[in-house]
């Protein structure tokens, strides 16, 4: 009984160091954004902007989390973001679907996106990085297409995702979706054991090809999640080719990175959606500041790599997460 109370006593003591840090990274950032330019950062309007923002990036962020715990990447994020809008956007609009499109189409279209990523990355036997990189090309192909050149564009009735409390009840829902998945399914158990180690999760008679392929599956409708947001608060979405869709890359691998590095926490999900509100407020910051985009970057790339430096402890020379 002593045992058990113990290692209770030492996951909540966990759980609310993860949640100090990244509340007190939050606070502290948007404190000296606002005391730097005070007159057009971190009101109260501003910081709701500045949440629904990230509500659109967590939505996405949360099933991206499947894929990275596992140590792959996907860098046909932004395309597959791009095609689900369009789709969803010409059924629910052009098609007269309504609702029903806008949703289906987002979510089954990325959904198979992920499919298509995850067996391909299982039978060519390539790096992820290198399989989703030639498919964000045909993705952004297929956007144009369906696009017809043009910018789709969402009828101002069927907007109800874009603004309050339309999108916090939708993102609510993927982030309690995400949270019951990866701790009270088999999905969870086996994507953190083929994480933790492949080969041990082999040997343990796990289907490790087909529980990737599910990760890249859950991760893409999840993003069709992020789609219905984006295209629902911005209204178009314009199709863009040469690889000009991986902009949308940085932000949810960033967040993933955040959840990674309090994985050992037992808060990654919650990590993930406290961090890319973080996130945003240095964007927005930045952008207070009238700074180049490259500079907002460079300090968000820095200030992740001080959070996982700081939440990573360092054993006999084996990083431990």
Do not use: H
């Not at 045909?138 to 144009?144: C, P, R």
Request: aromatic share 12%.
């Amino acid at each position: 009984m002593g045992k058990n109370e113990n290692s209770m006593k030492r996951k909540l003591s966990g759980k609310f160091g993860g949640y100090l840090i990244l509340i007190a990274l939050t606070v502290f950032s948007w404190a000296i954004f606002k005391i730097i330019t005070p007159g057009n950062f971190g009101s109260l309007s501003n910081l709701v902007t500045y949440f629904e923002s990230s509500l659109m990036i967590s939505a996405g962020a949360v099933g991206f989390y499947f894929v990275m715990v596992m140590g792959m990447f996907d860098f046909s994020i932004g395309a597959n973001i791009m095609l689900s809008s369009i789709l969803g956007s010409v059924l629910a609009t052009r098609l007269g679907l309504g609702y029903i499109g806008l949703v289906a189409g987002c979510i089954i279209c990325s959904g198979l996106i992920g499919l298509i990523n995850g067996i391909l990355y299982v039978k060519l036997r390539i790096p992820s990085m290198i399989v989703t990189v030639g498919l964000a090309l045909i993705y952004e192909a297929i956007a144009s297409l369906v696009a017809g050149g043009q910018s789709a564009t969402l009828d101002s009735s069927l907007r109800f995702f874009g603004k309050m409390p339309g999108n916090l009840i939708l993102a609510v829902i993927a982030f309690v979706i995400a949270y019951l998945l990866l701790n009270y399914t088999r999905i969870g158990t086996y994507t953190y054991a083929i994480g933790s180690n492949e080969f041990v999760a082999k040997n343990m008679g796990i289907k490790v090809d087909k529980y990737k392929i599910i990760a890249f599956m859950i991760s893409g409708a999840f993003f069709g999640i992020e789609a219905i947001l984006t295209m629902s608060y911005g209204g178009s979405m314009v199709a863009e080719t040469g690889m000009a869709s991986m902009s949308r890359n940085f932000y949810p691998t960033m967040g993933c990175f955040l959840g990674l590095a309090m994985k050992k926490n037992g808060i990654p999900i919650q990590a993930i959606v406290i961090g890319e509100f973080f996130l945003q407020i240095i964007y927005y910051g930045f952008v207070a500041l009238g700074a180049p985009t490259a500079i907002n970057d460079v300090i968000s790339g820095l200030a992740l790599l001080i959070i996982v430096t700081l939440t990573t402890k360092v054993v006999k020379g084996e990083i431990v997460k």
